[in-house]
T-cell receptor, first 118, second 112 residues
Framework: NAGVMQNPRHLVRRRGQEARLRCSPMKGHSHVYWYRQLPEEGLKFMVYLQKENIIDESGMPKERFSAEFPKEGPSILRIQQVVRGDSAAYFC????????????????FGPGTRLTVL | GESVGLHLPTLSVQEGDNSIINCAYSNSASDYFIWYKQESGKGPQFIIDIRSNMDKRQGQRVTVLLNKTVKHLSLQIAATQPGDSAVYFCAENDEAGNQFYFGTGTSLTVIP
């Protein structure tokens, strides 16, 4: 059973370009979470999605950032008009059930996409 | 102006010694905690979890202690090995939320 897959592993963009980060959850997982990690810092929650639904986007900037998890295919984190401050590692995690509420389930993390904005 | 990031706390131990990594949390409503290990260039890897109705949980070579009174969590690694060198994060989750809140992490270096 393959783990969480993310691609690309490294992405270089120039200021003003768009960045698209992809995440394929583990087989059977329908809950996806995106986190951002700056150097020497912990992970910061961005968004939680289920298939075709955004459940919680409280950690995602209102402008330039969007996320989707279509019925078919990977989850996509999209950053429009990137700026240097967007340079970070972006991690995706998936779980079988919701991580929170009365049911706890481990979130399995992907290897991350390291975005560098020149 | 330019912002200065926080330096990651570091811990160096001799191979074979026990390691203790600490974490403080602030939300008294947090009721589920996980310790993650992150090696360089990789995503976080689950180590052990604990719910707030427990104060101790043991795994293979690892023990997590939870003190809800002072909102403190610790990870103990027995007989630390070079392969344990990594950054360790605690993460907390409250019953109302869907997200985990991660601490800043502690960098563990094992000296052979």
């Amino acid at each position: 059973n393959a783990g969480v897959m993310q691609n690309p592993r490294h992405l270089v963009r120039r200021r003003g370009q768009e960045a698209r980060l992809r995440c394929s959850p583990m087989k059977g997982h329908s809950h996806v979470y995106w986190y951002r990690q700056l150097p020497e810092e912990g992970l910061k929650f961005m968004v939680y999605l289920q298939k075709e639904n955004i459940i919680d986007e409280s950690g995602m900037p209102k402008e330039r950032f969007s996320a989707e998890f279509p019925k078919e295919g990977p989850s996509i984190l999209r950053i429009q008009q990137v700026v240097r401050g967007d340079s970070a590692a972006y991690f995706c995690a998936s779980s079988i059930f919701a991580s929170g509420g009365a049911t706890y389930n481990e979130q399995f993390f992907g290897p991350g996409t390291r975005l560098t904005v020149l | 102006g330019e912002s200065v990031g926080l330096h990651l706390p570091t811990l160096s131990v001799q191979e074979g010694d026990n390691s203790i990594i600490n974490c403080a949390y602030s939300n008294s409503a947090s009721d589920y905690f996980i310790w993650y290990k992150q090696e360089s260039g990789k995503g976080p890897q689950f180590i052990i979890d604990i719910r707030s109705n427990m104060d101790k949980r043991q795994g293979q070579r690892v023990t997590v202690l939870l003190n809800k009174t002072v909102k403190h969590l610790s990870l103990q690694i027995a007989a630390t090995q070079p392969g344990d060198s990594a950054v360790y994060f605690c993460a907390e989750n409250d019953e109302a939320g869907n997200q985990f809140y991660f601490g800043t992490g502690t960098s563990l270096t094992v000296i052979p």
